[in-house]
């Protein structure tokens, strides 16, 4: 077999560091061919090779030209193009568009390419920031590509148009486009260079809405995905600090510290607010752990890339006991602040440093604006935070049995959102309720759960005024279990399979088998049967 047989066989498994290889090695023994240039392009591009792709495609281009196959030609500039502005090289990635645009209209081009260049377009205006004028430009894209049935472009024009209404606001337009993106991306419609972009963008349109669970589908497949190709670089840049933020709602703080980390070193190479994105979700994990010199860093490191620093150095400035500071910051960030979701994040913080400033009235405002909010959006993590919000000031308002309502409100969502630090942050709330009502017992048994989920996660602020509330000693967990341990004993007590609780946890099948293996060695039991029966015995499912 031939280097470039080897290589061909190679790309048709998607055997990403196999492929590059031999194509490189039968290009400097003899050169390639434009349709292998193309793949020595998609190749190096799956390999974080972002040069390398580059170059082949130019390469690609230039032979196609030559042969006189002008749409090839102009397809290989728009990929060529593709790849310079998703990594955020506008000038030379639109000299690119600019010459495949021109091919098109010398040419009288009406094709996947002409539809390619479209998208291009579209693209270009939405990072600009105009989203209003890029969104009829991605429908146009989007009807042309539907009439060719080019599966790429059909894909991009879909994304297209669901981010720009996610921006719009208009959330109830933007996820139906992204579930059929899901499809064509999970089906392997597209190529893989259009599958990457989708899984991020997707992730990161999931989270300007606030639709976790969404985001949590396209987390889950994307790591399916890479899985099944273990050669690709997983995750790009941004797309990281998305998953981080996930990983961090579910209590796996290390793994979203590994993962901001690379975020981070991805960025590095260039500034800007997606580097001060990854700083600043390196800034949260550090002052949820009570490490406040650490995130006061992280957080000055992405003001100077340009990411809004708030809510959470107002958090940090609350932890530090400098309140006044952070109703200063808070506010004002909130008067700049018109987006929903980045007001709904500084509403609940703007709640929670009114009522350490002792300012009822203010904290009433706050939380009553984001319960507005909540109801527009119809979203169950914003809907947790709203409810949380109206708990903590209706108990400092002294109207217990409606703090207790909405808190236990709250407190069923994150649950149902597997979110183990809010969850425990609302039990701290309800055990104060319950103590206003004169219910002593309760109350002990909410700290003491409290207590157990913020030493398992290493919340060591929020650990640390338990005592001050709780007057009872330390209960152990059940059988020992860790926290996690304890997320998966639940879902298999559920009747979940190790699969489904891996998707679900953003764990691999081999870990949730090692979780398992210290499930039954330490409640010293030998079947799923015997382990959810101790579930049901000590209440935690």
């Given amino acids: 077999m031939t280097a470039l047989q080897h290589a061909d066989e190679a790309y048709a498994r998607r055997a990403w560091t196999d492929a590059y290889q031999q194509l490189r090695a039968a290009d400097a023994e003899h050169g390639l061919d434009a349709q292998h240039l193309e793949r020595l392009a998609v190749a190096a591009h799956c390999l974080g090779r972002n040069d390398e792709s580059v170059e082949a495609w130019s390469s690609a281009y230039a032979a196609h030209l030559c042969a006189g196959a002008l749409e090839q030609a102009a397809l290989a500039a728009c990929w060529c193009s593709f790849g310079l502005l998703t990594r955020g090289e506008i000038a030379t990635g639109g000299g690119w568009l600019a010459r495949a645009q021109a091919l098109c209209a010398d040419n009288g081009l009406e094709n996947a390419a002409h539809t390619f260049v479209l998208g291009q377009l579209a693209a270009g205006t939405m990072l600009a920031g105009d989203f209003e004028a890029a969104l009829p430009m991605f429908t146009q894209a989007q009807q042309h590509a539907d009439r060719l049935r080019d599966r790429n472009a059909m894909a991009l024009g879909r994304l297209g148009r ?5 921006y719009l606001g208009r959330a109830d337009e933007a996820l139906p486009l992204l579930d059929e993106v899901m499809v064509a991306v999970t089906s392997d419609d597209v190529s893989p ?3 990457g972009l989708a899984h991020c963008a997707a992730i990161e349109c999931c989270q300007q809405v606030l639709d976790v669970r969404r985001a949590q589908d396209w987390t889950a497949a ?3 995905w890479c899985d099944r190709e273990p050669d690709l670089v997983p995750y790009r840049g941004n797309c990281l600090v998305h998953r981080a933020e996930i990983l961090t709602l579910h209590g796996a703080w290390p793994e979203a510290y590994r993962e901001a980390l690379r975020a981070r070193d991805w960025l590095a190479d260039g500034a800007g607010p997606n580097l001060g994105n990854a700083y600043y979700r390196i800034g949260e994990l550090h002052r949820l752990r009570g490490e406040l010199d650490a995130a006061e860093v992280a957080y000055k490191q992405a003001s100077q890339h340009g990411h ?8 940090l400035r609350l932890r530090q006991g400098h309140v006044d500071s952070a109703r200063a910051a808070l506010r004002r960030a909130l008067d700049e602040s018109v987006a929903v979701p980045a007001r709904a994040r500084l509403l609940g913080a703007t709640v929670e440093v009114e009522l350490a400033a002792g300012d009822v009235v203010a904290a009433r405002v706050a939380a009553d604006q984001l319960a507005l909010i909540s109801a527009a959006a119809d979203v169950p993590l914003l809907a947790a935070h709203a409810r949380y919000a109206d708990g903590s000031v209706a108990l400092a308002e002294g109207d217990p049995q409606r703090a207790l309502g909405a808190l236990r409100s709250a407190w069923a969502t994150w649950q149902q959102l ?3 630090y809010e969850s425990a942050r609302v039990r701290v709330l309800i055990g104060s309720v319950c103590r206003a009502l004169g219910d002593e017992d ?5 700290f003491d759960a409290a207590r157990w989920a913020f030493g398992e996660l290493g ?3 929020e650990l640390a005024r338990i005592p001050k509330l709780s007057r009872h000693a330390p209960r152990q967990s059940p059988g020992g279990l860790t926290l996690r341990e304890v997320q998966v004993l639940r879902l298999v007590a559920a009747g979940k399979s190790n699969r489904t609780i891996a998707e679900e946890l953003f764990l691999s ?3 949730v088998h090692r979780h398992l293996s210290n499930i039954f060695s330490k409640l010293d039991v030998g079947s799923r049967a015997a382990a959810t029966a101790f579930a049901y015995q000590h209440e935690i499912v």
């Avoid at 809004?308 to 958090?315: K, R, S």
């Avoid at 309760?442 to 909410?446: I, P, Q, R, S, V």
Wanted: net charge negative; glycine share 6%.
């Fill in 162 to 166: 669901s981010q720009c209404l996610a």
């Fill in 193 to 195: 260079l259009v599958a």
């Fill in 222 to 224: 994307l790591t399916r």
């Fill in 308 to 315: 809004e620093t708030q809510p959470g150095l107002g958090l």
């Fill in 418 to 420: 597997a979110a183990p």
């Fill in 442 to 446: 309760t109350a002990e048994l909410e």
């Fill in 459 to 461: 919340a060591k602020p």
């Fill in 509 to 511: 099948e081999k870990t």
